[in-house]
């Protein structure tokens, strides 16, 4: 089911929100199951929660989720999620390094194709210094990029979204 908010958003803040829907339950899971046991998970562009959701669901009790999203209104939306291991920041994706001092996994529904080259860089930047990295996209032109600050880039198709999307698994071996 669509939510008229969330377009109405993506209307007002198209290269904030990327897309008119939220990610669908398949995307969300097949995003959150990437991040592999890791305890400290950033997620750059929560939007409303679909895949914080699915990522609490797998985190371990131990762990920490925090969400960057610059919409206060989806913020609003992330913080009626009910979960201690949850902490929700109402700042630009760019400056996470100012909260988070350990990059283990970081996911990204950030609309990368959206960003002007330094901001791309900026973002990608930061993430390389992450063990993991998933960035969700709905486009795969971007892995040659990935492969900039990459060590290991791996794309998975997901057509049960709307649009269809592709996820980007990322590792850097030497972290």
């Given amino acids: 089911m669509i939510d008229l908010h969330f377009v109405w958003q993506f209307f007002r803040h198209p290269t904030q929100v990327g897309t008119f829907t939220q990610s669908s339950k398949t995307l969300a899971k097949k995003m959150a199951e990437q991040i592999d046991g890791s305890l400290e998970v950033v997620e750059l562009g929560a939007g409303t929660g679909a895949v914080t959701t699915e990522i609490?669901?797998?985190?371990?009790?131990?762990?920490?989720?925090?969400?960057?999203?610059?919409?206060?209104?989806?913020?609003?939306?992330?913080?009626?999620?009910?979960?201690?291991?949850?902490k929700v920041i109402n700042d630009d994706a760019g400056n996470c390094e100012r909260y988070v001092d350990n990059l283990d996994c970081i996911v990204s529904g950030l609309p990368l194709v959206w960003f002007t080259e330094s901001k791309q860089q900026e973002i990608l930047a930061i993430t390389s210094k992450s063990k993991r990295y998933i960035q969700l996209q709905y486009t795969p032109l971007l892995g040659k990029k990935m492969r900039n600050y990459f060590s290991q880039v791996k794309l998975k198709f997901v057509p049960q979204n709307l649009p269809p999307a592709f996820i980007y698994v990322c590792k850097n071996s030497a972290r």
């Fill in 56 to 86: 609490l669901k797998r985190l371990p009790q131990n762990g920490r989720l925090t969400c960057f999203e610059i919409n206060p209104k989806f913020c609003r939306d992330l913080e009626r999620i009910n979960d201690p291991r949850l």
